[in-house]
C-alpha cells in the first residue's frame, strides 16, 4: 500500500510541476536555514562538553560593581585561592596565570620563538580538573619542580619537530633570555571542541622570576586581571548557596576603606563550565576564534522557523487550493473502502515524499549556505557533523515535524469530502478554507513585511553609526604599535624622527590608544567646590603634545597639555559638567585630586565618543604620560597622513613599515591600524545582523511571492471563465488585470498594517542598546509598503495579464 | 439480501427542504437482477448511495444479510461496503494517475490482499474482461467501452456479493453498451446480485425485476422473468 501512495504521490508531483517545484523551493530554503543554524546552535553547545564531572566545574569570576557601572571580569584577585582552597565544598580548587613569555629559545636547535600564545602558569591541580592524556612525561608528579613544563604536542612539535614525545621529556627550553625550564610532559591536544586552548603548562613557581613577582608577593584582594583565572570542581554533594554565601561574606570582609567610601564592592560569583562558551561578559581565552552569541543564535534561530513556517504554509495554500482537482480520487478510493485514517496516510506519505526531496537539496544547499554565512559559521563547522547520532534524529524529527506542519491539515480537509458529493462534482470550495488561506497569506506577507521593514531601519541605524561624526578626525590617521611588552619612550621618538622624512605624514604624536577604542583606563577623581565633594569616574587618553593635532581635538577653553611629563588635565566637556562647572573657562585652572595628588586642569575639550555610539559619553581627559619612570602608557605612535590616491598610500605605508624596520627588530611584531576601521569594527555585530537580515529578507521575500503566485495561477485558472465573459462585454486589459489583482493586493496591504507596528516595535527595542540613535523614520514604513506591493503585484502580473490577454473563445468554448 | 421499510432521505438548504426519498421500501433477494427507472430528481442514486453505504438514510430502515445497517458509522460502513459491495459509475470514476492494473488492484489493497494474490486475481479479471492488452495503460488512453471495463473489472475483483450500477451505459455506445451488459448478465449468472439505476428500457430488459420510482416513491414493479 505504501508503494502505492508513493507511486501516485510522485505522479501527482509530475503533473502539477509548477505548484511541486513551488513546495519545494520553499520547503527546501526554510530546511537548509534550519539545517544550518541547527549545526551552529549544535556546534556552539557541544563546547566542552565532554570533561569528566563537567557540571561540577566552574570558574570563578569577578564584577566589580560601582554606583555607575557594573565591571566583569573573568579572573579573580590572587588572594581568593588560598582563602578557599581547604572548603570540603570543592573537591579541586585549580588556579592558572595566563602570561605571554617575550621568547622562548631551544638552544640546541638554535631557535627561538617570540611571544607564544596560550601559556599558563599552572599546577597539577589543574590537570585533575582538567583531564589531558599524557603522550609522555610522569602523570603522577605534574609540574611538581619549580623549574617544568607541559607542552601539547602540536607546541612540542613547533618547539621539538620531529621529534617523538618520549624524546623530549627531559629538555630544556629557555625562556624569557635566562629561565631554564625542563619539559616533563607532552599532553594530547584536546580533540574535541573546546574553548580551553592552552598549549604549555609551565610550573606556578617560575612566576616569582617574572615582572609578576610583585603581585604573587604581596597578594592584594584590590587588584583584579583576567590573566589570574580560577577554576574548582565542587564536591558531589557539594551546597552551591552556601559556596556562594561564603564568597560573598569573602568579597564584603576585604572590601577596603575607599570602596566603602566610594560605594564600589567586588562580587565573586560561580561561572558554569557550560556558560564559558556563551557569556561574553567574562570571554573566552582565544578571542580570534569568536565566542558564541546566544542572541545571535536565537535570532538565527527565529529566522529558520520563519523561513519553515513560510514553506509550510506554501504547502497549506496551494494543496487546500487544489483540493477540489483531487477530490474525485478521494471519492473513488472511499466508494472501494479506503478509511479516513488511510486516506490520511496517503497525503501525509505525499508530504513526507516532498519533505524529504527538499531535505537532499538542502543537504546540497547548505553546503553553499555556510559559505554565504560564513561570518557567523564558525571556522571548525563542517559537514562531518551530519554524522552525529544527535544530528541524525533531530534532522529526522525534523522532517517529520515539518510533514505534519505542512500536510496535516490538508490530508483532513481532503480526506473529509462527501464521497457522494464529490463523485456528483457537486463539491463546494468551503468558506473556511478560502479564509484559512487568505490568513495564512497575510501571515506569510506580514513576516517578509517586517523583514524589509527591520532590514531598512538595521541599515540606516548602521549608516547613522558610521557617519556620524566621532567629534574627532578619524579619516586618514592610522597607528602604529610598538612591539608587545617594548615600553621604550626613546624608541618611539626615533621612530618618530624618522618618520618626519616621509613628507606624506602630516602629524605626528606618540601615545596611548586612539580618542576611541575598546581598552579602557580610569581611575576615581575628586573634587571640592568649597561646598561639597564631587566624585567620579575618569577615564584618560594619553598623549603627547601633538596627539590633540593628530586627532584635531577641540580645545574649548585653556590649552593642550605643554609637556607630556608634566601633570596636567584636559578634560572632556562631560566631567566639566559633571564637576559642576558653569562653563569651560570656570574650569580651568582649578585643582583636581587624582590617586592621591593634586593636578591642575589646564583646558577643556569638547566631547568626542570614547566608544561606539552604543555608549554614552564618560568623563575623560586627555593627559601627558608622566608615570613614564615606573611605567609608560604610550603604546605606539598615531599618524595623520595626507589625503592621497591609494597607490600612493600603499606606498607611504611601505616606507612606514621600513622605517618600522629600522627601528626595531621585532618585526613580526609589526602592527599597524586604520582609525577609520577600528570604528567600523565597533559594528561588527550590526553588519553581521544587517547582512542576515538582507537574506532573511530576500528569501522570506522569494518564498512568499512563489506562494502567492501558485494562489494567483489557481484562482485565474478557476476563473478563466469569467474573464472571458467580461472580455465579450468590453473589459479592458487593465480592467481585468486590476479585477484580478485587487483579491490579493488586499491581502499584501493587510499584512502591512499588521507588519508595521511589530516592526517598529521591535526595531525601538533593539535601538535601545546604543545611546546614539537614527529616527524611526515614517518614509521607511511607506518605503517597506510600496516595496512589497510592487513585488507583489509583478508576481500577480506575470499570470494575470496571461490570463486577460487570452482569446475569450477559447475558455468559453471550453465550458 | 436486501431489505429496506420506510426509507427517508431529505436535502435542506437554508430555506428549502427536498424529499429525495419518501417511506420507500422493498426488497432485493441474493442472485436477483433488479434495476430501477425513473425521471431525473426521481431519488434513483440517493437511494443508491445509501445502498451502497456512501450515505446515511434520515428515516427507516435498511437491513443488509440481516444486519441493520442504517445507523453505522463511517468506519463500519467502510468495512461492509469494501468486501460486499462493488460499484460501477456513468462516468467511470477511475483514478487518472493510476494505470488500468493499479486501478484494479485498488479494492484488494484495502481489503488487504498480499501483493502476489493480488497480481493473479487482478490478471484473472483483466483476462475475463479481455482488457489484459492495456493493463499498464492510463485510464485517458483508452476509449470509454474499454474505461468501463476496466470499472467492472474493478468492481468485481473482490467478488463482492452486490453490484450497484449507476447508469453504467450511460456514455457509451450501444455496442459498448451491450458488450458492458453482457458482462453484467454473466456476472449475475455467476450468482452475484445487480441493483442497476438506468435510464435506458433496452438496458432494463436485462433485469429480473424493474422498479419505476417518481419523487421518492415506488410507483410500479415489474417483474420480467
Not at chain 1, 456528483?424 to 517586517?450: E, M, P
Not at chain 1, 511571492?705 to 467580461?726: A, D, F, P, Q, S
Not at chain 2, 428549502?16 to 426488497?27: D, E, G, H, P, Y
Not at chain 2, 455467476?190 to 433496452?202: C, L, P, Y
Amino acid at each position: 500500500m505504501i508503494k502505492n501512495y508513493f507511486k501516485i504521490a510522485w505522479r501527482n508531483l509530475m503533473k502539477h510541476k509548477v505548484f511541486s517545484l513551488i513546495n519545494i523551493i520553499g520547503l527546501t530554503i526554510g530546511l537548509s536555514a534550519s539545517f544550518v543554524i541547527g549545526l551552529m546552535v549544535y556546534y556552539d553547545a557541544t563546547f566542552d562538553d565532554f570533561h569528566k564531572d563537567g557540571d561540577r566545574i566552574y570558574r570563578v569570576v569577578t564584577d566589580l560593581i560601582s554606583p555607575e557601572d557594573t565591571f566583569s571580569i573573568s579572573g579573580v584577585t590572587l588572594a581568593l585561592e588560598d582563602e578557599i582552597k581547604d572548603d570540603s565544598n570543592f573537591e579541586t580548587v585549580g588556579s592558572f596565570y595566563i602570561e605571554r613569555p617575550s621568547k622562548v629559545e631551544n638552544r640546541e636547535l638554535g631557535s627561538q620563538f617570540k611571544w607564544p600564545n596560550f601559556v599558563i602558569f599552572t599546577d597539577a591541580n589543574y590537570f585533575k580538573i582538567f583531564n589531558y592524556t599524557f603522550l609522555a612525561g610522569d602523570e603522577t608528579n605534574i609540574l611538581s619542580h619549580p623549574n617544568s613544563v607541559i607542552l601539547t604536542e602540536n607546541r612540542a612539535a613547533d618547539y621539538f619537530p620531529n621529534t617523538v614525545p618520549s624524546d623530549i621529556i627531559g629538555k630544556t627550553l629557555v625562556y624569557n633570555d635566562s629561565l631554564n625550564v625542563t619539559v616533563t610532559g607532552i599532553v594530547e591536544n584536546f580533540k574535541e571542541r573546546t574553548d580551553f586552548v592552552f598549549e604549555e603548562f609551565i610550573a606556578k613557581p617560575l612566576l616569582l622570576q617574572t615582572r609578576l613577582r610583585e603581585n604573587f608577593l604581596n597578594l592584594n584582594w584590590n587588584n583584579t586581571n583576567d590573566a589570574s583565572q580560577l577554576f574548582v570542581k565542587v564536591a558531589s554533594n557539594a551546597d552551591v548557596s552556601a559556596i556562594q554565601n561564603r564568597l560573598d561574606n569573602l568579597a564584603a570582609a576585604h572590601q577596603d576603606e575607599d570602596s566603602k567610601k566610594y560605594g564600589d564592592e567586588q562580587k565573586f560569583g560561580l561561572q558554569p563550565l557550560s556558560d564559558i562558551h556563551f557569556n561574553e561578559k567574562y570571554g573566552i581565552y582565544d578571542w580570534t576564534k569568536g565566542q558564541a552569541n546566544k542572541s545571535l543564535l536565537t535570532n538565527l534561530a527565529l529566522v529558520a522557523v520563519f523561513l519553515l513556517l513560510l514553506g509550510c504554509i506554501n504547502f497549506i495554500n496551494l494543496n487546500t487550493a487544489q483540493a477540489s482537482q483531487r477530490a474525485k480520487e478521494i471519492g473513488i478510493r472511499k466508494t472501494l473502502g479506503s478509511s479516513r485514517k488511510q486516506l490520511i496516510s496517503q497525503f501525509m506519505g505525499e508530504t513526507f515524499l516532498l519533505v524529504l526531496i527538499s531535505a537532499l537539496l538542502s543537504v546540497l544547499l547548505s553546503k553553499w549556505l555556510i559559505n554565504v554565512f560564513s561570518d557567523f559559521v564558525p571556522d571548525g563547522l563542517n559537514f562531518e557533523l551530519f554524522k552525529s547520532p544527535l544530528i541524525v534524529v533531530s534532522a529526522i524529527v525534523l522532517l517529520i515535524i515539518v510533514t505534519f506542519l505542512s500536510g496535516f491539515y490538508p490530508a483532513l480537509i481532503l480526506s473529509k469530502f462527501n464521497t457522494v458529493s464529490v463523485l456528483k462534482n457537486h463539491l463546494a470550495v468551503g468558506d473556511k478554507k478560502v479564509k484559512l488561506r487568505k490568513f495564512l497569506t497575510i501571515f506569510q506577507f506580514t513576516i517578509a513585511q517586517i523583514f524589509i521593514i527591520a532590514t531598512l531601519l538595521v541599515g540606516k541605524q548602521i549608516n547613522f553609526l558610521l557617519t556620524t561624526d566621532m567629534g574627532f578626525k578619524t579619516d586618514a590617521i592610522i597607528s602604529v604599535y610598538s612591539p608587545r611588552g617594548e615600553r621604550e619612550v626613546s624608541k618611539k621618538e626615533l621612530y618618530a624622527e624618522k618618520l618626519r622624512a616621509i613628507p606624506e605624514i602630516k602629524e605626528i604624536s606618540i601615545g596611548g590608544t586612539p580618542p576611541a577604542s575598546i581598552s579602557t583606563n580610569s581611575t576615581s577623581l575628586s573634587y571640592n567646590n568649597g561646598e561639597k565633594e564631587v566624585n567620579t569616574d575618569l577615564q584618560f587618553i594619553f598623549g603627547d603634545i601633538n596627539y590633540s593635532k593628530v586627532f584635531e581635538l577641540d580645545i574649548l577653553a585653556g590649552r593642550s597639555i605643554r609637556n607630556d611629563t608634566v601633570k596636567e588635565l584636559v578634560i572632556n566637556e562631560t566631567c566639566r559638567k559633571k564637576l559642576g562647572f558653569k562653563s569651560p573657562e570656570e574650569a580651568v585652572g582649578k585643582i583636581v585630586l587624582l590617586g592621591g595628588e593634586n593636578v591642575p586642569i589646564v583646558g577643556v575639550m569638547a566631547d568626542f565618543f570614547q566608544r561606539s555610539l552604543k555608549s554614552n559619553i564618560k568623563p575623560m581627559a586627555f593627559r601627558g604620560d608622566w608615570n613614564r619612570p615606573d611605567w609608560s602608557q604610550f603604546q605606539g605612535l598615531h599618524l595623520a597622513l595626507q589625503n592621497e590616491s591609494s597607490e600612493g598610500l600603499k606606498t607611504t605605508l611601505s616606507k612606514i613599515e621600513n622605517a618600522y624596520k629600522s627601528v626595531y627588530t621585532e618585526i613580526d611584531d609589526y602592527r599597524v591600524e586604520f582609525l577609520d576601521e577600528s570604528i567600523q569594527n565597533f559594528y561588527n555585530r550590526e553588519r553581521k545582523m544587517s547582512k542576515l537580515l538582507n537574506w532573511a529578507t530576500g528569501l522570506s521575500i522569494l518564498i512568499s511571492c512563489l506562494g502567492l503566485l501558485g494562489l494567483v495561477i489557481y484562482t485565474t485558472n478557476r476563473r478563466v471563465k469569467e474573464i472571458g465573459v467580461r472580455k465579450v462585454l468590453g473589459a479592458s486589459l487593465f480592467q481585468i488585470n486590476t479585477i484580478l489583482c485587487k483579491e490579493f493586493l488586499i491581502l499584501v496591504a493587510i499584512a502591512f498594517v499588521i507588519a508595521a507596528p511589530i516592526a517598529w516595535y521591535g526595531i525601538n527595542n533593539w535601538l535601545q542598546d546604543f545611546a546614539y540613535k537614527t529616527s524611526i523614520g515614517f518614509w521607511v514604513f511607506l518605503v517597506s509598503g510600496l516595496a512589497m506591493i510592487f513585488f507583489a503585484l509583478i508576481v500577480i502580473s506575470v499570470k494575470t495579464l496571461q490570463a486577460a490577454n487570452a482569446n475569450p473563445v477559447d475558455s468559453l468554448r471550453s465550458e | 439480501m436486501i431489505q429496506i421499510t420506510d426509507l427517508e432521505k431529505f436535502y435542506k438548504t437554508e430555506e428549502v427542504q427536498t424529499i429525495a426519498l419518501n417511506k420507500l421500501s422493498f426488497n432485493v433477494k441474493e442472485g436477483e437482477f433488479v434495476a430501477i427507472m425513473g425521471p431525473s430528481g426521481c431519488g434513483k442514486s440517493t437511494l443508491l448511495n445509501i445502498l451502497g453505504l456512501l450515505d446515511d438514510p434520515d428515516g427507516g430502515s435498511f437491513m443488509f444479510n440481516g444486519t441493520e445497517v442504517a445507523g453505522y458509522n463511517e468506519r463500519k460502513r467502510s468495512e461492509l461496503r469494501k468486501h460486499n459491495i462493488g460499484f460501477v459509475f456513468q462516468s467511470f470514476n477511475l483514478i487518472d494517475e493510476l494505470t488500468v492494473f493499479e486501478n484494479v488492484e485498488l479494492p484488494l489493497i484495502y481489503t488487504g490482499v498480499k501483493p502476489a494474490e493480488r497480481k493473479k486475481q487482478v490478471e484473472a479479471v483483466l483476462e475475463k474482461m479481455q482488457i489484459m492488452h492495456r493493463r499498464n495503460h492510463f485510464p485517458q488512453q483508452l476509449s470509454g467501452g474499454q474505461q468501463q471495463r476496466v470499472a467492472v473489472a474493478r468492481a468485481v475483483v473482490n467478488n463482492p456479493k452486490l453490484i450497484l450500477a449507476d447508469e453504467p451505459t450511460g456514455n457509451l455506445d450501444s455496442t459498448n453498451g451491450n458488450e458492458v451488459m453482457d458482462l453484467l448478465i454473466d456476472l449475475n449468472e455467476a450468482g452475484t446480485t445487480i441493483i442497476m439505476v438506468t435510464h435506458s428500457e433496452h438496458d432494463a430488459k436485462y433485469s429480473h425485476r424493474i422498479i419505476r420510482m417518481l419523487d421518492g416513491q415506488k410507483v410500479t414493479e415489474n417483474i420480467l422473468a
